[in-house]
């Protein structure tokens, strides 16, 4: 009988956005496509939205310049593409670092696609990160089709910095009945990179709620970066005054949003709930 190819792993989520991270302190596993959309199969594989490879940052040459954090998160979305930044996954892999003695204080820099961000993993184990800033389009013909009666309602493009479209619905569209596997975004020249899609209710005061259709995953339970992105549009639109906190409710819990100095900071819950050895089948080991 052949030999299995075993490969260590711990698996985490952030309000249900879950990941499988594989420690790779001698830079030697690089991902292919086929293996991430193996491991984040929920039939055949362990299940996941990504894998996150948790590597030296440096190990990792082309990301030189980011040598004040120790490790470099190397995110690929659940069909093996890369992203620029991933926050629940941040969290996640903040709170892995700390878990595994890679990082002993509970403040430090974690480096990504996007640059530096710092955390603070606080003593009830959630996890704030600076997302940095988030910059809006400065365009308005983003529009998506809900393909439901022709139902056409306006976007607001925000790079966070991956790219959102962050849709406010209208009072007379609910958020729980509109179908997130038929709508089209258009121009198609706006997203060239394709984009993350937020729809989003006001529940109240600071107060919204969103469902996302994540680029490379598909409807997720939480999105990080698409909080932010409707945070930001949310401020924008209301007016409201900055260093105040927004909570953004997410069919996977809640995460909350603030603006200080310029630099949004993300916070929320980051679990780890598994750990051991996965077995890659031999065709793609």
Same mark, same amino acid.
């Given at each position: 009988?052949a ?12 309000t ?15 991902p ?15 299940g ?9 940052t ?10 004040a954090?120790?490790?470099f998160?190397d ?16 969290r ?8 595994s ?8 820099l ?8 710092q ?20 365009r ?7 393909g439901? %009666? ?6 607001t +493009? ?7 479209? &962050? =849709? #406010?619905?209208p *009072? $007379?569209i ?15 020249d706006a997203?060239p ?5 937020e729809?989003v ?11 996302v259709?994540?680029? %490379? ?6 999105? +990080? ?7 930001? &549009? =949310? #401020?924008?639109? *209301? $007016? ?12 996977g ?22 750990r ?6 031999? %065709?793609?080991?």
């Amino acid at each position: 009988m052949a030999k299995l190819a075993e490969l260590p792993f711990t698996k985490g989520h952030g309000t249900s956005n879950d990941f499988v991270l594989i420690q790779d302190s001698e830079a030697r596993w690089v991902p292919t496509a086929e293996q991430v959309q193996w491991l984040c199969n929920r039939r055949q594989g362990l299940g996941g939205d990504g894998v996150i490879r948790v590597v030296p940052t440096s190990r990792v040459p082309e990301y030189a310049d980011l040598a004040a954090a120790n490790w470099f998160m190397d995110y690929r979305n659940s069909d093996g593409s890369i992203a620029e930044m991933c926050g629940n996954g941040a969290r996640v892999f903040a709170r892995y670092l700390l878990a595994s003695g890679l990082e002993s204080s509970r403040e430090f820099l974690i480096a990504t696609r996007a640059g530096l961000h710092q955390v603070i993993v606080h003593e009830d184990f959630t996890v704030s990160i600076s997302m940095g800033q988030a910059r809006i389009m400065e365009r308005d013909d983003v529009m998506i089709d809900l393909g439901q %009666g022709n139902t056409v309602v306006a976007a607001t +493009g925000v790079s966070v910095p991956n790219p959102h479209a &962050v =849709a #406010m619905l209208p *009072s $007379g569209i609910s958020l729980t009945e509109i179908s997130l596997t038929e709508f089209t975004v258009s121009p198609i020249d706006a997203f060239p990179q394709g984009v993350n899609v937020e729809f989003v209710q006001v529940i109240g005061e600071r107060h919204v709620q969103m469902r996302v259709v994540e680029r %490379g995953s598909g409807e997720t339970m939480s999105c +990080g970066t698409g909080a932010c992105a409707v945070a930001s &549009v =949310a #401020m924008k639109t *209301s $007016g409201a005054t900055k260093d105040l906190e927004w909570q953004v409710d997410v069919p996977g819990g809640s995460l909350w949003v603030i603006e200080r100095d310029g630099q949004l900071w993300l916070r929320g819950s980051a679990e780890l709930v598994a750990r051991g050895k996965v077995l890659f089948p031999s %065709g793609i080991a």
